[in-house]
């Protein structure tokens, strides 16, 4: 395919998106509202009842919300009642969701963190520093579990990048794990809930305003209402058009945590030269200390994470690198403020480089600081941490250290600077690497906003074209989301404490895409999204990698059940042959196809759902069928579970295979904060069978005794396996 030709998606979407800049400048039409938040002098017992509590009593209500979907602009359905109160080290929220229909209230999970999507629920995001850009995300459902999530940059991230897994990447954070409590109650008035979060569990700048949103999930009508409204398209991350919370007079809390871990391991692996059982004992920890009511310091020795899920199963199908995402509790807090570069493509810090070797084994990891949080309007950041050696892999041991500041403008403007380092201890002199980087955004107005980075890299025997850079710009407002971008990496740009989905590339993107809303109210579509993107790769000599153009519609019916209807037409342009299945070669030429997309899914929040997803058409000369497909069954709101298969189906010029992955995962919660949950793996193009169990009892921000056993098995015996024993709790030094 020509250049030029290539190109003409990009620049058309492009001009599109210029076009319609100007209207990015108006100010927004809608009054954000306000809301007082009262002090008082003791906080109420947290049982869930609100109604008939006396403290509650003498805290003003507030409420009035707004439809999103499926009647927007319209007023909710069922009435809301919020309080917000604080003494001197706690914040309370509560809040009466009143519904005609208690009984038909939807639980389709009682997980902690579960995704509320589904299911009636409340959330509200705190803007602590009033910045338009970072917050703090609460949640939970009528039987109480406990849901939170770090917002950074609005929730906005990467688009098309390809990522194979979700991760907490593109400004959302789920996997962080705050100290708090809620607990709720269900009666023939609908159901309530009280929240307590510890002033200590947030990070804040006294003396200010606080933005605030909420949002009410009423699932019998696929209801999503707010307090302050959000455009169609937009989302509770949105801090921009967050209303105000006043009448905050919050003292600095004294916060120092230690939280200390023993671990007792049983493994072993037969893949050894001389294979035995060994037991494993483990001490380590961390502390927390605030040395501001914004400014966090975290230590951390003999650093573990055995209680976390092990990696999906994933195979490569292409030429490039698979994205696998950070999940250890220490790397996620505050993940969003030492992000730089394209999250999932192009990560010029990526945490798992810290003790995860490359076929990824443990490396352990001795201590290590971060000091992270704001003065002012800055975001600093500071992490350094120290690896052991691993002399079987021919591991050194290393120091990875990152600096990142990032200073926030009126306007969702910042202009940011990062280090990023990694150093052989020990070892020869020039065994390091390092990357420097600079990176902004623009608002323009509260539609649009453009954003980019420009970065260098620096080791041994200095090469040339060691920079990567992207800018973007973005444009979303009511109907109408539209982006344009270009990346580019060179050929000398080596980022080892970072990732790359590819290496030396040229790459513009863009897309555009519509939401329409039908207008006769008793239409059973919720919403059509036909959408254009394009994304293209080229090496430094002109020559194309890939080309992907995308069209499709999204059919969303209000009862829950949605499909997708696409084209894609592809462009594989391979310079050297390269093996994509064992004994299976794809020799060089520019392979040009075109391959039907669908998609299919029914109401996740049912008992029974489905989700189908099929892609078929040419592939390098040949056919593919990639499809998958998920089962999802639960029974109440305890047991819940999910069957994957993955079929993909090559037939290639060079040869044929198939590879295919199977995945199930089980849950029983007895609590929300007492669960067991199995993770079983097949992948048959490794011939491995993989088994994760994991019985949790968490205590304060996920701590508590945690149970793990691995099981890995190939045909002809087990490779290895593990039983881990960890128990970890949170002390309160100060408060």
């Known amino acids: 395919m020509p250049a030029s030709n290539s190109l003409r998606p990009a620049l058309a979407a492009g001009l599109l998106l210029w076009l319609f800049l100007p209207l990015s400048l108006a100010a927004t039409d809608t009054e954000r509202p306000v809301a007082r938040a009262m002090g008082i002098d003791a906080g109420p017992e947290i049982d869930g009842e609100v109604r008939q509590d006396p403290i509650w009593a003498s805290v003003p209500a507030f409420g009035d919300l707004t439809q999103a979907q499926p009647s927007f602009g319209q007023a909710a359905s069922e009435p809301t009642e919020i309080r917000v109160a604080y003494t001197d080290e706690v914040l309370y929220v509560s809040v009466v969701c009143f519904d005609t229909a208690p009984d038909a209230l939807v639980v389709s999970d009682a997980r902690r963190d579960a995704s509320l999507d589904d299911m009636d629920a409340f959330l509200f995001i705190l803007d602590t520093y009033k910045d338009n850009q970072n917050g703090f995300v609460f949640g939970t459902n009528s039987v109480g579990i406990e849901y939170d999530a770090q917002v950074d940059n609005e929730g906005q991230g990467n688009f098309n990048a390809n990522r194979q897994q979700g991760g907490t990447i593109g400004g959302f954070n789920l996997n962080w794990d705050g100290a708090w409590e809620v607990k709720t109650q269900v009666g023939d008035f609908g159901w309530s809930a009280e929240f307590a979060i510890p002033l200590s569990t947030i990070r804040f700048q006294t003396g200010k305003d606080w933005g605030i949103n909420f949002r009410r999930n009423i699932r019998k009508t696929n209801e999503i209402a707010y307090w302050a409204p959000m455009p169609i398209g937009l989302d509770l991350n949105r801090l921009s058009l967050a209303g105000t919370l006043t009448g905050l007079d919050l003292k600095s809390p004294g916060n120092l945590k230690v939280i200390p871990y023993v671990l007792g391991q049983v493994a072993r692996d037969n893949e050894a030269a001389n294979p035995s059982t060994d037991f494993t004992p483990e001490v380590g920890g961390d502390i927390k200390y605030s040395i501001t009511p914004s400014l966090t310091l975290?230590?951390?020795?003999?650093?573990?994470?055995?209680?976390?899920?092990?990696?999906?199963?994933?195979?490569?199908?292409?030429?490039?690198?698979?994205?696998?995402?950070?999940?250890?509790?220490?790397?996620?807090?505050?993940?969003?403020?030492?992000?730089?570069?394209?999250?999932?493509?192009?990560?010029?810090?990526?945490?798992?480089?810290?003790?995860?070797?490359?076929?990824?084994?443990?490396?352990?990891?001795?201590?290590?600081?971060?000091?992270?949080?704001?003065?002012?309007?800055?975001?600093?950041?500071?992490?350094?941490?120290?690896?052991?050696?691993?002399?079987?892999?021919?591991?050194?041991?290393?120091?990875?250290?990152?600096?990142?500041?990032?200073?926030?403008?009126?306007?969702?403007?910042?202009?940011?600077?990062?280090?990023?380092?990694?150093?052989?201890?020990?070892?020869?002199?020039?065994?390091?690497?390092?990357?420097?980087?600079?990176?902004?955004?623009?608002?323009?107005?509260?539609?649009?906003?453009?954003?980019?980075?420009?970065?260098?890299?620096?080791?041994?025997?200095?090469?040339?074209?060691?920079?990567?850079?992207?800018?973007?710009?973005?444009?979303?407002?009511?109907?109408?989301?539209?982006?344009?971008?270009?990346?580019?990496?060179?050929?000398?740009?080596?980022?080892?404490?970072?990732?790359?989905?590819?290496?030396?590339?040229?790459?513009?993107?863009?897309?555009?895409?519509?939401?329409?809303?039908?207008?006769?109210?008793?239409?059973?579509?919720?919403?059509?999204?036909?959408?254009?993107?394009?994304?293209?790769y080229w090496d430094f000599n002109g020559n194309l990698q890939t080309s992907f153009l995308h069209i499709d519609n999204h059919w969303e019916y209000k009862s829950g059940l949605e499909f997708h209807t696409g084209i894609n037409f592809r462009t594989e342009g391979v310079v050297d042959s390269f093996e994509i299945s064992p004994d299976v070669f794809v020799p060089p030429g520019t392979y040009d196809h075109a391959e039907a997309q669908l998609v299919f899914f029914t109401n996740p929040s049912n008992p029974v759902s489905i989700n189908l997803r099929s892609v078929m058409g040419g592939s390098f000369g040949g056919s593919r069928y990639v499809n998958s497909g998920t089962l999802r069954l639960r029974f109440g709101d305890k047991f819940n579970s999910e069957f994957t298969y993955l079929y993909n189906i090559f037939r290639l010029p060079g040869g044929n295979f198939n590879a295919n992955i199977f995945r199930s995962r089980l849950s029983y919660s007895f609590t929300p904060n007492l669960f067991v949950q199995s993770l079983i793996q097949n992948n048959q193009v490794t011939d491995l069978w993989a088994v994760n169990l994991r019985l949790g009892w968490l205590q304060r921000a996920n701590t508590g005794l945690f149970i793990v056993y691995n099981h890995n098995v190939r045909e002809g015996g087990t490779l290895n396996n593990s039983i881990v024993l960890k128990f970890s709790r949170m002390f309160d030094v100060l408060r």
């Open 298 to 536: 975290d230590l951390t020795y003999n650093t573990d994470f055995a209680q976390v899920e092990v990696d999906d199963q994933q195979v490569n199908l292409d030429r490039f690198n698979l994205f696998f995402p950070e999940k250890r509790p220490f790397f996620l807090e505050n993940a969003g403020l030492f992000s730089v570069g394209s999250p999932g493509e192009v990560d010029l810090f990526f945490s798992r480089r810290i003790g995860i070797a490359d076929d990824g084994s443990q490396v352990p990891i001795i201590g290590g600081a971060r000091l992270s949080g704001k003065l002012n309007r800055t975001n600093v950041g500071f992490l350094s941490m120290v690896t052991d050696d691993v002399d079987a892999a021919g591991i050194g041991k290393n120091n990875f250290t990152v600096a990142r500041v990032n200073h926030e403008f009126q306007g969702r403007s910042a202009l940011g600077a990062a280090f990023i380092s990694r150093t052989g201890v020990g070892h020869a002199e020039d065994d390091f690497n390092r990357v420097m980087a600079v990176d902004g955004k623009l608002g323009l107005g509260d539609r649009a906003r453009m954003s980019g980075f420009l970065a260098t890299s620096n080791g041994p025997g200095d090469e040339e074209q060691q920079h990567a850079f992207k800018w973007e710009t973005r444009y979303n407002w009511n109907n109408l989301e539209m982006r344009l971008g270009y990346t580019e990496v060179g050929e000398g740009f080596n980022p080892e404490v970072g990732f790359l989905l590819r290496e030396a590339f040229r790459k513009p993107e863009a897309l555009v895409l519509y939401h329409l809303r039908p207008k006769k109210k008793n239409s059973k579509i919720l919403e059509h999204r036909p959408h254009i993107s394009y994304r293209s």
